[in-house]
């Protein structure tokens, strides 16, 4: 989408995806922190392992999970252009990361586009949801088209929960200047960080 954002040779262009690689750049290792907490905690690198794993733990509270839960989603909100770090809806030039790279396209091609940015945000709350809420989903030892469709509700309903806090903490945060949203992954990272910490110092 960068790419495509500066063929169109506009200054809004270039500048939404030089802002859009410069959140990426940023969320990339806090994201493979939280990864790499949770692979240390299942003992797996593959991501239906993490979650078979998780899942089949007894009902506790881990704090490395729980400080990597936050990074989570902090890097969820700064990947997916939502408030604090950006806003899908604004059309002002000095605030704008995602929607600049979209200002010069419509039609088919805006809407390919946009639901790439949805695909995006799925995928996202769905890692989400096999690292920190893997209730529900479907084991390796239990896979069976019935318990396969007994899980797509137990999805759904997770997907109306996220999207009901993705809009609570929507309404009540305010949008960063574009110059802090360094600081806001950083903080993620560190909360990454002192999970991991936590897991290596405490094992929990």
């Known amino acids: 989408m960068s790419l495509a ?106 809407a390919l586009m946009e639901w790439a940015a949805a695909l995006k945000l799925f995928n996202y709350a769905c890692i989400g949801f096999a690292l920190f809420l893997p209730w529900g989903v479907v084991t390796t030892d239990v896979e069976t088209p019935f318990a396969l469709l007994a899980a797509i509700p137990i999805l759904l309903a997770k997907l109306a929960l996220a999207g009901v806090a993705l809009a609570v903490l929507e309404t009540v945060s305010a949008k960063l200047r574009v110059f802090r949203a360094p600081e806001f992954l950083a903080t993620a990272f560190l909360l990454a960080v002192l999970g991991l910490l936590v897991h290596l110092l405490l094992g929990a």
């Open 5 to 110: 954002a500066m063929d169109v040779g506009t200054a809004f262009g270039t500048l939404g995806a030089r802002r859009e690689m410069m959140i990426g750049f940023l969320a990339e290792p806090a994201l493979l922190m939280v990864i790499f907490v949770a692979s240390l905690l299942s003992s797996s690198t593959a991501l239906p392992s993490i979650s078979d794993s998780l899942a089949t733990r007894a009902l506790a509270l881990y704090p490395s999970l729980a400080f990597t839960a936050v990074a989570f989603v902090l890097v969820l909100l700064a990947e997916n252009a939502r408030i604090p770090v950006d806003n899908p809806a604004t059309h002002l030039e000095l605030t704008m990361i995602h929607e600049a790279m979209l200002l010069e396209y419509s039609a088919r091609h805006l």
